[in-house]
T-cell receptor
Framework: SQQGEEDPQALSIQEGENATMNCSYKTSINNLQWYRQNSGRGLVHLILIRSNEREKHSGRLRVTLDTSKKSSSLLITASRAADTASYFCATGGWDYSSASKIIFGSGTRLSIRP | DTEVTQTPKHLVMGMTNKKSLKCEQHMGHRAMYWYKQKAKKPPELMFVYSYEKLSINESVPSRFSPECPNSSLLNLHLHALQPEDSALYLC??????????????FGDGTRLSIL
């Protein structure tokens, strides 16, 4: 089942501009993660934000989380051609068993124009 | 380079064939996963192994049979697949001790086509 909805579904921006993607989810979460997938490749973990955190940074990435609105955003600053990829949010619940089960959102396809 | 290795990268098989997908990781992770991904869709969880035991089966048809021979290896045995099973099959691993808090590491997948 799909937990998160992302918007926009597709985004095309000029190199150097900032890109913002949004993720909304339905149920209570323990954490939210963002992943990147280049065409024909596997997913790469970008950042994890816990439910008690509001903002997190990693290099050119900034993630915010608003649990009251059940939403998160991913901001990529000063975009580069190499940022062209699909981006997925993924939510983790409160299951503390040894196996993690995360549910992916629908994804945003980002294209960076040179 | 990815730390999770999947073979083969591409596989074409008929509906009556039997084949296996393989996944290997040497990060000491104790949880391993199989996902199925259709074009322009998010990955869908199929199976989770935790400490070499099957812990989650997302109601996957029996024509898909997972196996975890040891903590580094994960196989997915395929038999009598249907054309709608054509997809990218992704393997992932995670450290296994953090419950729902840990990132997953993905391989580059096997692109499977059923004729």
């Amino acid at each position: 089942s799909q937990q998160g909805e992302e918007d926009p579904q597709a985004l095309s921006i000029q190199e150097g501009e900032n890109a913002t993607m949004n993720c909304s989810y339905k149920t209570s979460i323990n954490n939210l993660q963002w992943y990147r997938q280049n065409s024909g490749r596997g997913l790469v973990h970008l950042i994890l934000i816990r439910s008690n955190e509001r903002e997190k940074h990693s290099g050119r990435l900034r993630v915010t989380l608003d649990t009251s609105k059940k939403s998160s955003s991913l901001l990529i600053t000063a975009s580069r051609a190499a940022d062209t990829a699909s981006y997925f949010c993924a939510t983790g619940g409160w299951d503390y068993s040894s196996a993690s089960k995360i549910i992916f959102g629908s994804g945003t396809r980002l294209s960076i124009r040179p | 380079d990815t730390e999770v290795t999947q073979t083969p990268k591409h596989l074409v098989m008929g509906m009556t064939n039997k084949k296996s997908l393989k996944c290997e990781q040497h990060m000491g992770h104790r949880a391993m996963y199989w996902y199925k991904q259709k074009a322009k869709k998010p990955p869908e969880l199929m199976f989770v192994y935790s400490y070499e035991k099957l812990s989650i089966n997302e109601s996957v048809p029996s024509r898909f049979s997972p196996e975890c021979p040891n903590s580094s290896l994960l196989n997915l045995h395929l038999h009598a697949l249907q054309p709608e099973d054509s997809a990218l099959y992704l393997c992932a691993s995670s450290q296994g001790g953090g419950g729902a808090l840990e990132p997953q590491h993905f391989g580059d997948g096997t692109r499977l086509s059923i004729l």
